[in-house]
């Protein structure tokens, strides 16, 4: 393969000149946005002393404002394609916190924690002997230089047990037993999912309960295929005459891409307002009036024009809304 070929398939240079010149502004938006969010998130963390607060706040909004700072890394240098990983996470952050927040928020966060604690002690079991874990674990310890070692087997087995314990006495307390034992009596091979205990059996029916058909159908299912490896369309065009490889970083969607971010990321601030910071209501309107919605709802269309070397051109900025 030639550096021509090569760079048709992967530009960073000519990526970022585009970036800079059509779409910088878009993406310092993005940039506020986390600066935003982890002032909330500093705020709110003084408010909350729950289990549920700190599994609503440290985990599911923290998760969001990192796959938030993700996607504006990654569509600052033109990988809009890859975005769709981190876009994906933080739509599934924003369904599970509305799940949390909507009803029933202290049991739902509970069951979260104790799920949590037995994907930990799962682990643990598999480092000690003669347990159905480590019995089907066991192949995969082989492979590790760690447990080639004696020394560092035994050791490693004797903080597992104390792990295990301690986990399994957290579990049993009278907290966590009944929601312990509702996962005991679901699992089959694995454990079924966080939310399942009394509730939806998947996230696009944890979707359906939520009223957010349309957020899973447009926008779930298409960054699911980009995370599964499944958007063969992206990778591979024909016009006619040849097969050509897509580039690598190409601005196509980005549009798209930077309104549903965006949009979820107004949801997922209204959300936490809402529920911790009352008083910032007033100021997180205005700066969404003053500062965010104009350039929210002028993100201009991207349109490649050229299939064979993926030239973008700047259409005329469409509505956002």
């Known amino acids: 393969m030639t550096k021509a070929s090569n760079k048709q398939l992967l530009d960073r240079e000519r990526m970022d000149q585009f970036i800079n010149k059509k779409l910088s502004p878009f993406i310092?938006?993005?940039?506020?946005l986390v600066d935003y969010g982890v002032d909330l998130l500093n705020r709110c963390s003084e408010r909350g002393g729950s289990l549920a607060d700190l599994i609503i706040i440290g985990h599911f909004f923290k998760h969001a404002l990192t796959m938030l700072d993700a996607v504006e890394i990654q569509l600052s240098r033109g990988a809009v394609f890859a975005a769709g990983v981190s876009a994906r996470s933080m739509l599934e952050s924003y369904i599970y916190l509305e799940w949390l927040l909507t009803a029933d928020t202290e049991k739902r966060a509970r069951q979260f924690y104790v799920w949590?604690?037995?994907?930990?002690?799962?682990?643990?079991?598999r480092a000690i002997k003669g347990t159905l874990e480590n019995a089907h674990f066991q192949k995969h310890l082989d492979t590790l230089s760690t447990f080639n070692n004696p020394i560092?087997?035994?050791k490693t087995e004797v903080e597992a047990?104390?792990?295990?314990?301690?986990?399994?006495?957290?579990?049993?307390?009278?907290?966590n037993k009944s929601i312990n034992e509702d996962f005991d009596k679901l699992?089959?091979?694995?454990?079924?999912?966080?939310?399942s205990p009394h509730g939806p059996n998947s996230i696009a029916d944890m979707a359906t309960r939520l009223d957010l058909d349309s957020e899973y159908e447009?926008?779930?299912?298409?960054?699911?295929?980009?995370?599964h490896a499944g958007a063969f369309e992206k990778h591979i065009k024909f016009d006619g005459e040849a097969v050509i490889f897509e580039p690598i970083r190409i601005p196509e969607s980005i549009d798209t891409?930077?309104?549903?971010?965006?949009?979820?990321?107004?949801?997922?601030?209204r959300l936490i307002i809402k529920k911790y910071l009352t008083d910032e209501l007033n100021t997180f309107t205005h700066n969404y009036i003053t500062q965010w919605r104009g350039r929210f709802l002028t993100i201009p269309k991207v349109v490649i024009k050229d299939i064979k070397t993926g030239n973008?051109?700047?259409?005329?900025?469409?509505?956002?809304?």
């Open 218 to 227: 447009f926008f779930y299912t298409q960054f699911s295929d980009i995370t």
């Open 257 to 269: 891409l930077l309104t549903v971010v965006a949009s979820l990321t107004f949801r997922v601030f």
């Open 28 to 32: 310092t938006l993005l940039r506020e």
């Open 187 to 195: 699992k089959k091979k694995h454990d079924v999912a966080w939310y």
């Open 152 to 154: 560092n087997r035994a």
């Open 161 to 175: 047990k104390k792990q295990e314990a301690d986990i399994t006495r957290i579990l049993t307390n009278r907290n």
């Open 116 to 125: 949590h604690l037995r994907q930990k002690r799962l682990w643990a079991r």
């Open 312 to 321: 973008p051109q700047q259409a005329n900025p469409v509505d956002g809304g």
